[in-house]
Each structure stands twice: as structure tokens, then as C-alpha cells.
């Protein structure tokens, strides 16, 4: 026979009505966050960078080398640069 596993889905709240009594007993616990249970108010990717990007000075971006996305390689790493 083994080890009996109990499943459970939901808040903390509505997970703690359902525990049956573990009192004495030890237990091996794992927690996932489900997937519909992002962060509220967190930033979709894009909004995320477009607020990066819009906080970063234009005298910023217009200091960065003509070739810089072909070549980001070579300044992020040292490789050679592409003709």
C-alpha cells in the first residue's frame, strides 16, 4: 500500500477549510502557484519593456554605436563583429 496523497486547489483560505487533521503526523508538503494565479497588477512582457524603454533617455539610446543590434554580440561579449 502506498503513501495516501491528497490533493487540494485554491486559496490558502479555502485549502485550510479543507486539511483533514494532521496532528502528529509528518507530512511532506509541496507548493505550486496554479497557473491562472498571476500577480495582480503585474505588467503583461511588452508593458514591462515599453515602461523600461520609455524611462531611459533619448541622449541614452542616441549614444549607442549605428550597428549595435547586429552587432550586439561583439559589445555585450567581445565577439567579432558581423561586415
Do not use: C
Request: aromatic share 8%; glycine share 8%.
Amino acid at each position: 500500500m502506498g503513501v495516501p496523497v491528497i490533493e487540494l486547489e485554491g486559496t490558502w483560505e479555502e485549502i485550510s477549510r479543507q486539511l483533514p487533521d494532521f496532528d502528529g503526523k509528518r507530512l511532506h508538503v509541496s507548493v505550486r502557484l496554479a497557473e491562472d494565479s498571476a500577480v495582480e497588477g503585474a505588467d503583461s512582457v511588452d508593458a514591462a519593456l515599453a515602461r523600461i524603454w520609455n524611462e531611459v533617455p533619448d541622449a541614452s539610446w542616441e549614444s549607442l554605436p549605428a550597428d549595435f543590434g547586429d552587432n550586439l554580440d561583439h559589445y555585450l561579449y567581445g565577439s567579432a563583429k558581423r561586415q
